[in-house]
């Protein structure tokens, strides 16, 4: 785990260097098709979309060093890779420096691929195995034709090596990737990436494939790059420690939205989104002495092709309420969680209360038609969801799925159940703190935001 003595913070100190806005993603959404089954894949027809990245709004400023933070499927990756162009938009615009690179096709991002550079998680997978360091580090100056002799390119890539720490770079320029350790490796693309001048780079997990010992050693080296040769960074992780001491500003992100975005210190001080509460308890706690329980999200993290209504992250939050999109799967997963924690008999005799619960899992119901089982009412249904309500009501801590069911009825043989109508959260700014957050905890007074 990173300490203050290990890497210089960069937060407070590189705040005041922040200027103008050098990126600004507005309505930014990424979907990759799905095909079902082999005849969807001959067809061409898609079987719905994971949406990858789902309505993004965000500014990046010149000098600035943005986190993404999220668990893995969250998006971070595919936001980072579409920032720079690497990913095409589904929707929305990118635009660097006021021009629209959303709009462009290879041809014309290619002038500006120099200036937008990414560092990629694993450096083993990012050299060429067949190509020595001086090709692979100077190979940007012979693509963007940014040398006039060997001479030139020598010199460029000398010095690169040398900004990397890879001293004296005349011992590194014969050698192969193979013959690296993997913090050389990754100091080697760290200086492919910056040999071409680039204004921005976009760094992808750059530590999580390196041993503890040279962690703190790259993150240092990029801050200092980033001092030296006035860099910007969109850094991607899941590391909560590292970004808290390497970032500027934090976006939190969950299964493709941000959900809380603002400055370093003040989202670590005082996380306003419960997921973002979650994320903070699970970094560990060095001290064995200060080790205290941790109330982790439950479940896994959704499904991004078939997200939640409303508040995607409402079935894992303690604390949800009734306008965070509850639906009928909801129900389904509650039903199945305590079946499973039941004895065989007991979970069987409850089960036949329902003539199919899998009809449960259909996306987007606010209002489900439950048949009752054979030799069952849909009053025997009513009772039995009441009994539950009622012993969720006493315990402790409290079972939110309740909270968003405002009616249960009998209709037509069937027992209703009625969810209230999911509200979607939207990033509000939380006054005096420069946060934003989507959270309908968090909402101004008054404020509505849509379905």
């Known amino acids: ?46 079987a719905g979309a994971v949406r990858a990245v789902d309505g993004i709004d965000l500014t990046l400023r010149k000098g600035e060093v943005l986190g993404l933070v999220g668990e893995s499927g969250s998006g971070k990756t595919t936001l980072g890779r579409t920032l720079i162009g690497l990913t095409k938009a589904t929707a929305g615009t990118v635009r660097y420096r006021g ?14 691929r120099r200036r937008l550079q990414m560092v990629f998680q694993d450096p083993h997978a ?6 020595d360091i001086r090709t692979a580090v100077g190979h940007p100056l012979r693509i963007h034709q940014l040398v006039a002799d060997e001479q030139e390119y020598e010199a460029r890539v000398v010095d690169a090596l040398e900004r ?84 500027d500003t934090i976006a939190i992100m969950y299964l493709g939205r941000i959900v809380e975005y603002g400055p370093t210190a003040e989202v670590f001080a005082n996380p306003q989104h419960p997921y973002t509460e979650a994320l903070l308890a699970a970094i560990p706690e060095p001290d064995p002495e200060r080790a205290l329980p941790r109330e982790l999200p439950r479940g896994e993290i959704p499904d991004a092709a078939r997200p939640p209504m409303g508040c995607a ?51 987007g119901l606010s209002t489900v038609a439950i048949a009752p089982g054979r030799g069952h009412s849909p009053e025997d249904v009513l009772e039995y969801l009441r009994h539950l309500r009622e012993e969720a009501s006493q315990a402790e801590p409290r079972e939110p799925f309740w909270r968003g069911v405002v009616s249960m009825h009998a209709e037509s043989g069937r027992a209703v159940v009625e969810f209230a109508p999911p509200r979607d959260p939207r990033l509000s700014l939380i006054p005096a703190t420069g946060v934003q957050v989507a959270c309908h905890l968090r909402e101004p007074v008054g404020s509505t935001t849509g379905t």
């Open 313 to 363: 992250f409402h079935p894992r939050c303690p604390v949800a309420v009734e306008a965070c999109g509850w639906e009928a799967r909801d129900l389904r997963t509650l039903l199945e969680n305590r079946w499973l924690e039941l004895a065989p008999e007991a979970a069987t005799r409850e089960k036949s209360l329902f003539a199919d619960v899998e009809s449960l899992a259909v996306d």
């Open 164 to 247: 990397v720490g890879l001293t004296p770079p005349e011992r590194y320029l014969g050698k192969f990737p193979g013959d690296l350790s993997g913090g050389q490796k990754q100091r080697a693309v760290l200086a492919r990436a910056i040999i071409a001048e680039p204004e921005l780079l976009v760094a992808d997990e750059p530590i999580s494939m390196l041993d503890m010992s040279v962690r703190a050693k790259i993150l240092q080296l990029m801050l200092d790059l980033k001092r030296d040769l006035d860099l910007t960074y969109v850094y991607v992780t899941h590391d909560l420690a590292s970004a808290k001491f390497f970032c």
């Open 1 to 46: 785990m990173l300490t203050k003595p290990d890497i210089e913070e960069s937060g407070e100190g590189a705040a005041g260097d922040v200027g103008e806005a050098l990126v600004e993603a507005s309505g930014l959404e990424v979907h990759f098709g799905l095909r079902g089954g082999l005849l969807g894949r001959f067809s061409g027809r898609a």
């Open 99 to 112: 021009q629209d690179i959303t709009a462009l096709g290879e041809r014309g991002l290619r002038p500006l």
């Open 126 to 131: 990012s050299l060429n195995p067949a190509m």
